[in-house]
Nanobody
Framework: VQLQASGGGLVQTGGSLRLSCAASGGTFTDFIVGWFRQTPEKERESVAVINWNGARTSYIDSVKGRFTISRDNAENTVYLQMNNLKPEDTAVYYC?????????????????WGQGTLVTVSS
């Protein structure tokens, strides 16, 4: 599956952005999808993950209550709604997909990656 991430930009503290991850070239419901982020100072980390039908989601603690991951399987797209953004959310955000039967214990387990989209939160 090929992934195309979009929606990044510059926003002030407390603002909102919605990232999109459009998929092509595979059966979208065969995959779980995650959003990840990376800065020059930190390794790539998982931010949010959604299962194949959207019934299960998970988040890192620092974004719980502020970010929402969702998917539209009819449109082959996963979204990350980011509210109440903070400067520490500044990063390049990536989406990734993995076959739903594959282990996803670490970042290295994810097979398909989109290009990054930069999110900058000004203070």
């Amino acid at each position: 599956v090929q992934l195309q991430a979009s929606g990044g930009g510059l926003v002030q503290t407390g603002g909102s952005l919605r990232l999109s991850c459009a998929a092509s070239g595979g059966t979208f419901t065969d995959f779980i999808v995650g959003w990840f982020r990376q800065t020059p100072e930190k390794e790539r980390e998982s931010v949010a993950v959604i299962n194949w039908n959207g019934a299960r989601t998970s988040y890192i603690d620092s974004v719980k209550g502020r970010f929402t991951i969702s998917r539209d399987n009819a449109e082959n797209t996963v979204y990350l709604q980011m509210n109440n953004l903070k400067p520490e959310d500044t990063a390049v955000y990536y989406c990734a997909a993995n076959p739903k039967q594959r282990r996803t214990k670490s970042v290295a387990d994810w097979l398909s990656w989109g290009q990054g989209t930069l999110v900058t939160v000004s203070s």
